[in-house]
Antibody, heavy 119, light 108 residues
Framework: QVQLQEAGPGLVKPSETLSLTCAVS??????????WNWIRQPPGKGLEWIGF???????RYNSSLASRVTISADMSQNHFSLKLTAVTPADTAVYYC???????????WGQGTLVTVSS | SYVLTQAPSVSVAPGKTARITCVGD??????VHWYQQRPGQAPVLVIY???ARPSGIPERLSGSNSGNMATLTISRVEAGDEADYYC???????????FGGGTKLTVL
């Protein structure tokens, strides 16, 4: 059974870079069967898709964040990462990683990690 | 970009039927997925491809999609169904995943 676990700092200063990793067990990042996604949820608000990494096609980003986002993967560690530059308090959110079977939906999610942007 | 609209809240008495809608332009031509998110927890997939249920999801939850509206129906509502529900589609024109704004289901 696949498991995903987010990790990273819970507090980031404005204008700095938010960096998170998602450790995956029970599935391989270098499978052509899955996309590996990041999603965020500001406190009290809805879900926003950030982007995904796909072994057979590389990353794809939400156009509203594309200028600040990088999603990459470390196959040797079987984890994938999110970097979001030049953060502001509007980037405060719970960040989730999730697996998507190609052509289907997000069938497995991490527990989420709260990142607060504040000085 | 494609927009999905959900009512902010729906209330229903226990044992009754709740219908949560997701409105989008010609949404019937998209595959719609639904997620349940209980307070403080990660979302859980409850319906995919409009009406398919993942293993472990009770038959009380069902989905439909036609025209400009997709619907998640929860029959014989229980207290444990109280949660936020989100619809989702893949917008192939922008190559984006799109979520609806979410509907809070309250069990009276």
């Amino acid at each position: 059974q696949v498991q995903l676990q987010e990790a990273g700092p819970g507090l980031v200063k404005p204008s700095e870079t938010l960096s998170l990793t998602c450790a995956v067990s029970g599935a391989s990042l270098n499978s052509a069967t899955y996309y590996w996604n990041w999603i965020r949820q500001p406190p009290g608000k809805g879900l926003e898709w950030i982007g995904f990494f796909y072994f057979s096609g590389g990353p794809r980003y939400n156009s509203s964040l594309a200028s600040r986002v990088t999603i990459s993967a470390d196959m040797s560690q079987n984890h994938f990462s999110l970097k979001l530059t030049a953060v502001t308090p509007a980037d405060t959110a719970v960040y989730y990683c999730a697996r998507e079977e190609v052509g289907r939906a997000f069938d497995s999610w991490g527990q989420g990690t709260l990142v607060t942007v504040s000085s | 970009s494609y927009v999905l609209t959900q009512a902010p809240s729906v209330s229903v008495a226990p044992g009754k039927t709740a219908r949560i809608t997701c409105v989008g332009d010609n949404i019937g031509t998209y595959s719609v997925h639904w997620y349940q998110q209980r307070p403080g927890q990660a979302p859980v997939l409850v319906i995919y491809y409009d009406s398919a249920r993942p293993s472990g999801i009770p038959e009380r939850l069902s989905g439909s999609n036609s025209g400009n509206m997709a619907t998640l129906t929860i029959s014989r509502v229980e207290a444990g169904d109280e949660a936020d529900y989100y619809c989702q589609v893949w917008d192939s024109s922008s190559y984006h995943w799109v979520f609806g704004g979410g509907t809070k289901l309250t069990v009276l």
